[in-house]
């Protein structure tokens, strides 16, 4: 029996129930993916029902502000898939239809090789492959490929032995594995790729003894699961302080809106002491100084704070600062009551900051 058909019966029997799964709307589909880059199924769930709820169509969606977006993403990180999300409904709406080829898709903002191919698959049924870190895994034991994914080769060595075994429709429209609704056989494929490897081939601790590719697997038959696949080591984590310090005055606060440039654009943040990014109580006072407000009362809330990003590990501080006259701030820091703080879409950093002036 051949990979795909002995993959496609597993995925009958194993595969997850997802709300986006059975529609062909592109829509759902495509918000699916682009929330679940970087994100648990979990949590992704219940993010997706959210925007479907309050954006059921990509015409209401294009119609919603950045804030509103940003406000409805928080707490999933990588904030540029949010703002991508807008600007590529913007696009659609634009146009007057959601693209159907591959060339189209991957014109829309934020949408690369994967994302297109996802879409183009499921929504419209082309026969493209996708590939991301499931399909390398899986491949690469179970060919035993050493080829880093992470490298040119690597892509394109992955991107033809998955476009391969996609399933070959047969002239009386059905496929290899039984599939009647021959339009979909591609995104069958790879939904059942995602699949096993998330559920059977994980990362640690693969379900190796129950595979169906029990007998096959090179990885497994050479006793290098843990090995496979190879990455190239070329990320450089760096540790970077901040300080955060929330100022609350006559039951106001102040936010500034983080500048085009940074993965934390358009999101909120309190006020960060120019030229300090760590200290004690002291030099945080020392720096707060040339704002006026009177000395006032000064209070650590949390020292050391850890936030990991990709490539940068944040250590933050945050301080509650109630000075007894309005600071003199720089013209980008707004002026706001406390409970509109809500409104905001800020970084997971900055919410943190907001559970801990509230607990404190």
């Keep these: ?64 502000t950045e804030d509103e977006v940003l406000r409805e993403w928080q707490g999933l990180g990588y904030y ?14 634009a146009e007057g239809q959601f693209p159907q080829t591959m060339e189209g898709l991957k014109k829309l903002k934020g949408v690369g090789d994967y994302t297109a191919a996802a879409i183009g698959s499921i929504a419209f049924g082309l026969p493209v492959a996708v590939v991301d870190g499931n399909v390398y895994r899986v491949l690469s034991r ?4 050493e080829t880093p994914i992470n490298s040119t ?10 476009q391969s075994l996609l399933p070959q429709q047969s002239s009386d429209s059905h496929s290899e594995a039984g599939d009647t609704h021959t339009e979909t056989t591609a995104g069958t494929f790879n939904q059942a790729m995602m699949d096993f490897g998330a559920i059977q081939c994980t990362p640690q601790s693969p379900r190796c003894l129950l595979c169906p590719f029990v007998e096959e697997c090179a990885a497994l038959r050479q006793g290098r699961v843990g090995e496979l696949p190879v990455k190239l080591k070329t990320t450089k984590v760096t540790t970077r ?8 005055w006559q039951g106001m606060t102040v936010l500034r809106r983080r500048q085009a440039g940074d993965i934390w654009q358009g999101l909120w943040e309190p006020l960060t002491p120019s030229g300090l990014v ?21 209070r650590l809330l949390q020292k050391g704070v850890r936030h990991v990003l990709t490539h940068r590990v944040l250590l933050a501080d945050f301080y509650l600062w109630e000075p ?37």
């Design 153 to 162: 080769e690597g892509k394109k060595v992955f991107a033809e032995l998955a």
């Design 278 to 298: 760590e200290g004690d109580e002291a030099a945080v006072r020392q720096a707060l100084a040339p704002l006026g407000g009177g000395d006032g009362r000064l």
């Design 324 to 360: 007894t006259v309005q600071p003199s701030l720089a013209d980008d820091y707004v002026w706001m009551k406390e409970e509109e703080v809500d409104d905001c879409g800020v970084p997971r950093l900055v919410e943190r900051l907001l559970q801990a002036v509230n607990e404190g």
């Design 142 to 145: 179970y060919y035993g490929i």
């Design 1 to 64: 029996m051949s990979f795909t058909k002995r993959l496609l019966d597993w995925f009958k029997e194993n595969g997850r129930e997802l709300p986006w799964r059975g529609t062909r709307d592109p829509y759902a589909i495509w918000l699916s993916e682009v929330i679940l880059q970087q994100t648990r199924i979990q949590q992704g769930r219940d993010y997706w029902e959210r925007f479907m709820r309050r954006w059921p169509t990509v015409e209401a969606l294009a119609a919603a």
């Design 80 to 93: 540029s898939r949010a703002r991508n999300l807008l600007m590529a409904a913007r696009q659609i709406v």
């Design 241 to 248: 302080h901040i300080i955060y310090i929330y100022v609350r």
